[in-house]
């Protein structure tokens, strides 16, 4: 059983392990593959491995007009690296303090405050501290004078070049969800709460959820995919609707879900979406039956896909 736990100053330490280091956005296979090794090395040494990131990306404080979509939310990036097994998931907020704080003293006040590190595994392009002035090779000093070692990964490849989050972004801004979930191990989700939208859909037989996602969540290109959704452990197919549907002008949600033969009130609820593969690009259209047309082939594509 995996503890997650909240850093903050003072707390009770958590004694001598082995740490995984990052940001960990998506979780990826590259991501899996550093935890794995850290759990595989704590176990050698017959101590506790912690899995220590940061509740937000550093760039949503440190440059948030330039910040980056995140391929997760908190609670599901939490979430998926607890089940990577690791005994603690440390999460250390993200300040505009921690951002100003110089690499030596990060590794002083948060690091060694907190746990006895035999080792620490990062990623071989991990920057920390203040501008990023703290790499690999201040880690390396620092260990060595502290009593541990560090081990720098490389990034985990495909047969088409580094698997990493920024090129998990670029495929699902492209729509490519299903290519997005081979780097992922997993589909591309998003997570959302429901809010009333226009009512449309249930009068055209296609009840949709209207999702408001977190800020910097990474939406894929508009369109509409199949798609996932499990709920009180019932899994249900899903025609997801991405982008302001052109046919109602009125819209305001640009995340549309339909669970397909699910009949409940959702609102108010936190779901989340499973993004299967993209089916088709928005499209307007002027005649209501035509509309009614086309979800009906989106729901037949949709059980197809999913086979739900």
Known sequence: MTDVVHWEPGMKALGPCVVALGVFDGVHLGHQALVHDAIALARAERVRSVVLTFDRDPDQVVSPGTAMAQLLDLDDKLSLLACLGAGVVLVVPFTERLAATAPLVFLDEVLLQTMEPVAVTVGYDFRF???????????????????????????????????????????????????????????????????????????????????????????????????????????????????????????????????????????????????IEYLRPQRHFDDPRELASAIRADVDAVRRLTGI
Do not use: W
């Not at 703290?134 to 541990?148: E, M, T």
């Not at 996602?213 to 899994?235: I, S």
């Not at 995340?255 to 979406?273: P, S």
């Open 129 to 275: 501290g203040h501008r990023a002035e703290g790499d690999v090779d201040v880690l390396v000093r620092y260990g060595a004078d502290h009593g541990f070692t560090v081990v720098a990964h490389q990034l985990v490849s495909d047969d088409e070049g580094p698997i990493t989050s920024t090129r998990i972004r670029r495929l699902a801004q492209a729509g490519d969800v299903a290519g997005a979930a081979r780097l992922l191990g997993r589909p591309h989700r998003l997570r959302g709460i429901v809010v009333h939208g226009r009512g449309e859909g249930a009068e055209l037989d296609a009840p949709t959820a209207n999702l408001v996602t977190a800020p910097f969540a990474a939406l894929p290109a508009h369109g509409v995919y199949a798609g996932r959704v499990e709920l009180d452990g019932v899994d249900y197919a899903a025609a997801v609707s991405v982008g302001l549907p052109p046919s109602f002008p009125d819209a305001t949600s640009d995340l549309e879900v339909h669970l397909i033969g699910y009949r409940g009130d959702l609102y108010g609820r936190t779901i989340t979406v499973e993004l």
